[in-house]
């Protein structure tokens, strides 16, 4: 009677072999996701931070107010090129 040798394994080893989580790594989103978890006031504190600070940096910066002639602003009852009635032709550019 033949002896039968146990199979060789050419391949990676199995997960089982390795181990749960061993070669792979967990997405991005899953590993911040479990760490925010497991690190709660941490990660509190860390989103408050990051509130003030973009805050500050937004108020650092400043606010710039747009002049009338960038914005677009102008008399309601002048016609523009876009503010046409539907169904009426399309106004020559030189008289825009």
Do not use: N
């Not at 497991?38 to 003030?52: D, F, I, K, N, S």
Request: proline letters at 14%; hydrophobic letters at 40%; a positive charge.
């Amino acid at each position: 009677m033949p002896v039968l040798s146990p199979p060789l394994r050419t391949g990676p080893m199995s997960e089982a072999a390795r181990g749960p989580g061993a070669g792979h790594r967990l997405p991005a989103a899953r590993r911040l996701a479990r760490w925010s978890a497991t690190h709660r006031w941490t990660a509190v504190l860390l989103w408050l931070l990051l509130v003030v600070v973009t805050v500050g940096a937004g108020g650092a910066v400043g606010m710039r107010t747009l002049t009338g002639a960038e914005s677009g602003a102008g008399s309601p009852d002048a016609p523009t090129c876009c503010s046409r009635t539907p169904g009426s032709p399309p106004t020559p550019p030189s008289t825009c």
